[in-house]
T-cell receptor, first 113, second 113 residues
Framework: LAKTTQPISMDSYEGQEVNITCSHN???????ITWYQQFPSQGPRFIIQ???TKVTNEVASLFIPADRKSSTLSLPRVSLSDTAVYYC??????????????FGTGTRLKVLA | ETGVTQTPRHLVMGMTNKKSLKCEQH?????MYWYKQSAKKPLELMFV???????ENNSVPSRFSPECPNSSHLFLHLHTLQPEDSALYLC????????????FGAGTRLSVL
């Protein structure tokens, strides 16, 4: 059972703001929402994490509505180097009690000149 | 530099070989993970170690054997692999609790001939 749903791909132009929305209808009370970026043949890189409302750091913002059933990653003024796959994740406390993530297919963002 | 180092970066092995992948984290984390990423597929969680104890084994074939001698090191021993095991193998570490942000290594690109 997939925990998150996000668009398979998006195109944008340099300098534009990009918003990627993720649905997580079955999010649990203790789940955080985490976004990663992955370039080809590299490991995923942490971008931002939030629990509720809005979180902002030096690279992105994360908007989470009150019901927490979705979230939106906002990338301001993207550049060609932001072309990557972006994963939205919610936690999953497995039977062992260990917190783990289930990666989906992610959103393939292509930034055009 | 994420603080998680994987060696080797590339590995080619025959089906009858035995090899090992190494992961070392310099972040003081207490959990470590092995993931497999095949071409154009999501990351698959293979093993989870918490406080040096294996707490998750996601139905991984016995030809993959993990080892966690201490909290900073994780190995994946490989023997009698199949060509379909060719993939990018990623190691990650995290500090359990809260959002459990995982930090990934650059991966080992494995080719089984």
């Amino acid at each position: 059972l997939a925990k998150t749903t996000q668009p398979i791909s998006m195109d944008s132009y340099e300098g534009q703001e990009v918003n990627i929305t993720c649905s997580h209808n079955n999010i649990a009370t203790n789940d955080y929402i985490t976004w990663y970026q992955q370039f080809p043949s590299q490991g995923p890189r942490f971008i931002i994490q939030g629990y509720k409302t809005k979180v902002t750091n030096e690279v992105a913002s994360l908007f989470i509505p009150a019901d927490r059933k979705s979230s939106t990653l906002s990338l301001p003024r993207v550049s060609l180097s932001d072309t990557a796959v972006y994963y939205c994740l919610v936690g999953d406390m497995g039977n062992s009690g260990t917190y783990k993530y289930i990666f989906g297919t992610g959103t393939r963002l292509k930034v055009l000149a | 530099e994420t603080g998680v180092t994987q060696t080797p970066r590339h590995l080619v092995m025959g089906m009858t070989n035995k090899k090992s992948l190494k992961c070392e984290q310099h972040l003081g984390h207490n959990a470590m993970y092995w993931y497999k990423q095949s071409a154009k597929k999501p990351l698959e969680l293979m093993f989870v170690y918490s406080l040096e104890e294996r707490v998750e084994n996601n139905s991984v074939p016995s030809r993959f054997s993990p080892e966690c001698p201490n909290s900073s090191h994780l190995f994946l021993h490989l023997h009698t692999l199949q060509p379909e095991d060719s993939a990018l193998y990623l190691c990650a570490s995290s500090q359990e609790g809260g959002g459990n942000i995982q930090y990934f290594g650059a991966g080992t690109r494995l080719s089984v001939l």
